[in-house]
């Protein structure tokens, strides 16, 4: 059993910057790796994947201002995240899919408010 632990969120001013972690119990060298958010009310939605091969994947809502990257020899996924709106506020969630049999992980989730 993987298990995601996700940091770094808060409460950040509109315009500002968080960078959210996102740290496995195990190599995640074989996982396509995602963030998604649900925003108070809303339905669960994806925000940014990262295959095994670094190629990436944004919601139109955050490209140009959000940035996901791992770094496989720490076990962790990253998602910078800048210029930041009061609609990001939201609980955000790390996700991995191991690709040889698709079974899929969850974090528990970090919040992020983005208020004045």
């Known amino acids: 059993q993987v298990q995601l632990v996700e940091s770094g969120g808060g409460l950040v001013q509109p315009g500002g910057s968080l960078r959210l972690s996102c740290a496995a119990s195990e190599s995640i060298s074989s996982f396509n790796m995602g963030w998604y958010r649900r925003p108070p009310g809303k339905e669960r939605e994806l925000v940014a994947t990262?295959?095994?091969?670094?190629?990436?994947n944004y919601a139109n809502s955050v490209k140009g201002r959000f940035t996901v990257f791992r770094d496989n020899a720490k076990k962790t996924v990253y998602l910078q995240m800048s210029s930041l709106k009061p609609e990001d506020t939201a609980v955000y969630y790390c996700?991995?899919?191991?690709?040889?049999?698709?079974?899929?992980?969850w974090g528990q989730g970090t919040q992020v408010t983005v208020s004045s």
């Open positions: 996700n991995g899919q191991r690709w040889y049999d698709s079974r899929s992980f």
């Open positions: 990262i295959s095994m091969g670094s190629r990436t």
